[in-house]
C-alpha cells in the first residue's frame, strides 16, 4: 500500500484535513488526495485533531513490531471457538462472527489492548472466517438533528436473548427490549427490558427519559397499536364501512400517546421499514452483543441479562464510537449541552396539558367513567367512592398507576384531583 509519509509532506495533510473538517473536500476526494485507504485516512485524521500543531507523518519507528504473547493467542482462539459453536447453533440467531465483540473479551480477560484486524488475522489464519454477503442493500445514514431532544426514536424488539432461558414446556423464553435513541448523539436514553411489551411498559421508559433529560420536542415511533390508532386495523370487529364513518387513524390517541403528549411533546410515525433504520440498527448492536454475553455467562434470568444489557448499554454510549457520528454517543451528547444545542427542558407541571400537581397525572394509565346515584364508579370489578358529591351522571377522569402489588387509582373532575385510592392490583394491570 502506498506509504503517507513518503508521497506528503507535513503541510500538505494538514491543508488536506484543513480542507475535510471544513466541508471543502469530501473524505473520498481527501483520501485520493492523499492516495491512502479509509482506515488509515481515519487513524491520522484522529491524531491531527488530537495535536494540529505537532502532527507529522515522520516515519519514525525505533522499536521492534510489536507480538502478541500465548496468554493473549490463547484467549483469542478460545473465544473463536465460542463464537463457532454460537454459529453452528440452530437455536442461535447468529451467523457471523463478531470480532470486534471478541476483541473486547479478550481485552477484559487479559488487560491487553488489541484492535479487531488482530483478531480477524488470526480468525484467518485458523480457519475463523465466515465470508458475509456482499450485495446487501446500503443503508442511508444521516443525523437529521442538530440539537439533543429535537428527536427521539422510540421501539421494542421481542426475541430470545438467550439460548438458556426456555419455559417450562420447552418453548424460547422471549422478553421485550425497549428503547429511546437520541437522534443527534444517537446516545440510548432508556434501554429496558420486560417480560411483555404494554403500554404501561413504554410509559415507564418515556417517564425515564423525560424525568432524567427533561422534556424533548418529538418522539419517532412505529405504527404499533401502542403508539398509534389506525382504522383499518384497530376497528375491533365492527365493520370498515361503518367503522370509517366513525372514527378515523389519529382519532383515538393510545395511552402511551396521551402520556406523551401530555408532557407538551409532539409524536411522528415512520411510513416505511426503512424509515426506522437509525433505530434498528442500535438494536441489532445490542442483540447481537447481549446474545453472545448470555450464551457465555449461561444466563437463564431476565434479571441476569437486565446485568448485561446495562454493561452493553454502558459500552455502546461510553466508549463506542459510532459508526455514522464517528464520535462516543455520550461525548457527542455533552458537547451538544455545553454548546447550548439541547432541546430538553425540565418538566414543569404546571405547563402541562392540563397542569397537574404530580407526575402521576402524567405517566399514568387514563380512562374516564360515570359517576352513578350512590356517588360511585366501577374499575375492574372494584366499586370507588367519589369525594365530594356530584351529580349523577357526571363523567370524571381515573388516573391509573399500576403497581406490582397496589395500584392508585386517581379520581380528576376537569384538572381538579378529586382523591385518590388504593387497590388491590387487578389482573388486567399486572404486566
Not at 509519509?5 to 492523499?34: C, I, P
Not at 440467531?93 to 470480532?99: K, L, R
Amino acid at each position: 500500500m502506498t506509504q503517507v509519509h513518503t508521497n506528503n509532506n507535513d503541510a500538505q495533510v494538514k491543508q488536506v484535513f484543513t480542507w475535510y473538517e471544513a466541508g471543502q473536500m469530501s473524505r473520498q476526494d481527501a483520501m485520493e488526495q492523499l492516495g491512502i485507504k479509509q482506515s488509515q485516512f481515519y487513524v491520522w485524521l484522529a491524531l491531527w485533531r488530537k495535536d494540529p500543531e505537532g502532527f507529522t507523518v515522520r516515519y519514525g519507528r525505533d522499536y521492534a513490531n510489536r507480538t502478541l504473547g500465548r496468554p493473549i493467542t490463547t484467549a483469542i482462539h478460545r473465544e473463536l471457538e465460542i463464537e463457532k459453536g454460537f454459529i453452528s447453533n440452530p437455536a442461535m440467531p447468529i451467523m457471523f462472527y463478531n470480532y470486534s465483540a471478541i476483541r473486547d473479551a479478550v481485552e477484559e480477560q487479559t488487560g491487553n489492548k488489541l484492535s479487531a484486524q488482530t483478531v480477524i488475522n488470526y480468525a484467518k489464519k485458523w480457519g475463523f472466517y465466515v465470508e458475509r454477503p456482499k450485495n446487501r442493500r446500503s443503508h442511508t445514514r444521516q443525523v437529521l438533528t442538530d440539537y439533543t431532544g429535537m428527536l427521539l426514536q422510540h421501539d421494542a424488539s421481542l426475541h430470545q436473548w438467550s439460548p438458556y432461558a426456555v419455559l417450562p414446556n420447552g418453548n424460547p423464553e422471549k422478553w421485550s427490549l425497549i428503547t429511546t435513541l437520541d437522534d443527534h448523539s444517537r446516545m440510548l436514553l432508556y434501554a429496558g427490558l420486560f417480560e411483555r411489551e404494554s403500554a404501561w411498559a413504554h410509559i415507564r421508559a418515556l417517564e425515564s427519559v423525560i424525568l432524567t433529560y427533561g422534556v424533548g420536542i418529538k418522539y419517532y415511533s412505529d405504527n404499533h397499536a401502542i403508539f398509534r390508532y389506525v382504522s383499518h386495523r384497530d376497528r375491533n370487529g365492527t365493520s370498515a364501512a361503518t367503522y370509517q364513518r366513525l372514527l378515523g387513524t389519529d382519532d383515538i390517541a393510545p395511552q402511551w400517546k396521551q402520556c406523551v403528549e401530555a408532557s407538551g411533546m409532539k409524536v411522528t410515525y415512520a411510513l416505511s421499514p426503512e424509515a426506522k433504520g437509525k433505530i434498528e440498527r442500535p438494536y441489532r448492536w445490542l442483540q447481537d452483543r447481549i446474545v453472545r454475553r448470555a450464551a457465555r455467562q449461561h444466563a437463564k434470568t431476565i434479571d441476569q441479562v437486565r446485568d448485561i444489557l446495562a454493561q452493553e448499554v454502558e459500552r455502546y454510549n461510553n466508549r463506542q464510537v459510532h459508526s455514522t457520528t464517528k464520535e462516543i454517543p455520550l461525548q457527542r451528547f455533552e458537547r451538544a449541552q455545553r454548546e447550548d444545542r439541547s432541546c430538553f427542558t425540565p418538566l414543569d407541571l404546571a405547563q402541562t396539558r392540563p397542569p397537574v400537581s404530580s407526575t402521576k397525572d402524567i405517566f399514568c394509565l387514563r380512562t374516564e367513567r360515570k359517576v352513578d346515584g350512590y356517588n360511585q364508579v366501577s374499575l375492574a370489578g372494584v366499586k370507588l367512592t367519589v369525594p365530594g358529591h356530584l351529580k349523577g351522571g357526571t363523567t370524571i377522569r381515573l388516573h391509573i398507576v399500576p403497581g406490582e402489588k397496589l395500584t392508585e387509582i386517581r379520581l380528576l373532575k376537569d384538572s381538579s384531583v378529586l382523591g385518590y385510592q388504593q387497590i388491590p392490583t387487578p389482573s388486567e394491570f399486572r404486566f
